[in-house]
């Protein structure tokens, strides 16, 4: 009974955690969309793991965007979401050392911040994860797993591979946040996440890159279809106005965004289904490699001072004047 409302007690404070934190104009992927691939990832997972996720799956889902909340109020977090990749030349992934000390040696750590360390920060996650494994820490186990989850996913949206990241031309401006939270928003909760049983990777950096270069070459082609239909149905079809809380926002229409999405031959709902397997597939890699440990037996409630600790995070979430990192307009 007493375990019973110490884990009543834990989520009602996640809750108030979760929800009371303000709400940004636009983020990577989308909140509702970095929420989903998250949710859905636990039901990739065997047995042994999915009983363990299952009972914190809102954690999961609901940790899923701190990431972004982080990259908005401390400095260096932001460039952990992304890799200009085109930056680097022609053929950037002939050219970019695969592993972080290579790439640090060939460009400099300065020059590797400045257009983003998204593959890289993956693999720093993974161990952490894999370490969290092993040594049973529930805390550390859900906040990686949610955490890597993020990144993972910002590596599978094409916007996040390009210096072009929001528009090559000001009339493509706000194309980052009609991509990855528009889109999603509309049509997400409607998509096919049956992905299959989560996979070991045999080389998760290696794979990371291939998911980074997997989305780039989407890059052209979004802007190609963007350009080509804002030309074929008119600037008067292109937006529309929408509630948003108290206010009325201006937003890319309902036409415009069913065509987008059907010309992209369904690109966004492809993208999230290939960040859901991922996530899955690297948290059970994580797993795997830290020896499989029993999560049966792993304490099941998540700890007063981890509480304490994303309520610090909210905090200066909150206290933020000067926002850090990239601002994707709508």
């Known amino acids: ?115 983003g360390v998204l593959p890289w920060h993956i693999n720093v996650m993974m161990t952490r994860l894999t370490r969290a494994f092993e040594s049973g820490d529930v805390d550390r186990i859900l ?28 009339d493509e401006v706000g194309i980052h946040g009609f991509w990855e939270s528009r889109l999603p928003e509309l049509y997400a909760d409607g998509f096919n996440y049956f992905v299959g049983r989560a996979e070991y990777i045999e080389y998760p950096l290696e794979k990371v890159w291939e998911l980074v270069k997997n989305s780039h070459l989407k890059v052209d082609t979004i802007y190609q279809v963007f350009n080509d239909l804002r030309l074929r149905m008119g600037a008067d079809r292109v937006y529309s106005h929408e509630s948003r809380g108290m206010s009325n926002m201006r937003v890319y229409s309902r036409d415009f965004s069913k065509a987008f999405h059907e010309e992209l031959k369904f690109m966004v709902e492809r993208q999230m289904k290939l960040a859901t397997k991922s996530v899955g597939d690297f948290w059970y890699t994580a797993w795997v490699n830290a020896g499989q440990p029993e999560l049966s037996k792993v304490v099941k409630a998540v700890s007063e001072d981890h509480i304490k600790e994303l309520e610090e995070e909210k905090k200066k979430f909150e206290q933020t004047e000067k926002p850090q990192g990239r601002y994707y307009p709508q």
């Not at 982080?70 to 970019?96: M, S």
């Not at 989850?149 to 031309?169: E, F, M, Q, S, V």
Request: aromatic fraction near 12%; charged fraction near 20%; hydrophobic fraction near 40%.
């Open 143 to 170: 906040y990686n797993a949610a955490h890597i989850g993020h990144y993972i996913a910002d590596a599978c949206t094409p916007l996040h591979t390009t210096k072009y990241y929001n528009g090559r031309t000001p």
């Open 1 to 115: 009974m007493k375990r019973e409302i110490i884990r009543s007690v834990t989520v009602l404070l996640l809750s108030v955690v979760f929800i009371t934190l303000p709400a940004i104009k636009a983020y990577p992927f989308g909140f509702h969309a970095h929420r989903k691939i998250n949710r859905m990832a636990v039901f990739t997972l065997p047995p042994e793991m999915v009983g363990f996720f299952r009972k914190h799956i809102e954690y999961i889902t609901e940790q899923s965007i701190q990431p972004d909340r982080l990259a908005h109020a401390i400095p260096g977090e932001a460039p952990r979401h992304y890799i200009d990749i085109d930056q680097y030349g022609e053929n950037p992934f002939a050219t970019v050392p695969k592993t972080w000390t290579k790439a640090v040696e060939k460009y400099s750590e300065d020059t590797l911040m400045a257009h």
